[in-house]
């Protein structure tokens, strides 16, 4: 299973919840170039209408040349997910205000599959105390390095 985009601006950003798995409907073209690692998913959330839609994911063109003139790199894309996950997705993010965004993109046998995540947003004070903890373990991993060597 090999990571193919990262969204690690989610985890600073929210506080995650759970996680999903799911297919993602893609063209032949979007699939080479995630495959090349080109996919970003900064900035990406899902929306939900009758079915879950990716949006604001960036998916650049494989080769410039090939690709249709009405590509477009940030469409939605379709989410697939079960009816019962759809559901709950659906009355979690209605009710209780969450969110659902993008963590991963990743390989699963042929297919390429997207890791979900039920989140909740960080207040600013959240965000800087996690830039406390993330300092203080820097300066310990460095005092360790330095004894070690």
């Given at each position: 299973?090999?990571?193919?985009?990262?969204?690690?601006?989610?985890?600073?950003?929210?506080?995650?919840?759970?996680?999903?798995?799911?297919?993602?409907?893609?063209?032949?073209?979007?699939?080479?170039?995630?495959?090349?690692?080109?996919?970003?998913?900064?900035?990406?959330?899902?929306?939900?209408?009758?079915?879950?839609?990716?949006?604001?994911?960036?998916?650049?063109?494989?080769?410039?040349?090939?690709?249709?003139?009405?590509?477009?790199?940030?469409?939605?894309?379709?989410?697939?997910?079960?009816?019962?996950?759809?559901?709950?997705?659906?009355?979690?993010?209605?009710?209780?205000?969450?969110?659902?965004?993008?963590?991963?993109?990743?390989?699963?046998g042929d297919k390429i599959k997207i890791e979900l995540a039920l989140a909740k947003g960080k207040k600013r004070f959240d965000k800087r105390e996690?830039?406390?903890?993330?300092?203080?373990?820097?300066?310990?991993?460095?005092?360790?390095?330095?004894?070690?060597?």
């Amino acid at each position: 299973m090999g990571v193919l985009s990262d969204n690690k601006q989610a985890f600073f950003d929210y506080e995650i919840l759970e996680k999903f798995e799911a297919g993602l409907v893609l063209f032949g073209w979007e699939v080479k170039s995630i495959k090349l690692g080109r996919a970003s998913l900064r900035g990406a959330f899902v929306f939900f209408k009758q079915v879950p839609f990716l949006v604001n994911a960036s998916i650049p063109a494989y080769q410039a040349s090939n690709t249709p003139k009405e590509d477009d790199p940030t469409r939605s894309r379709k989410i697939l997910l079960s009816k019962k996950e759809i559901a709950y997705l659906t009355t979690a993010v209605q009710e209780k205000g969450l969110t659902v965004i993008p963590l991963r993109l990743y390989t699963k046998g042929d297919k390429i599959k997207i890791e979900l995540a039920l989140a909740k947003g960080k207040k600013r004070f959240d965000k800087r105390e996690t830039i406390k903890k993330r300092d203080v373990k820097r300066e310990i991993d460095r005092e360790l390095k330095r004894k070690r060597g």
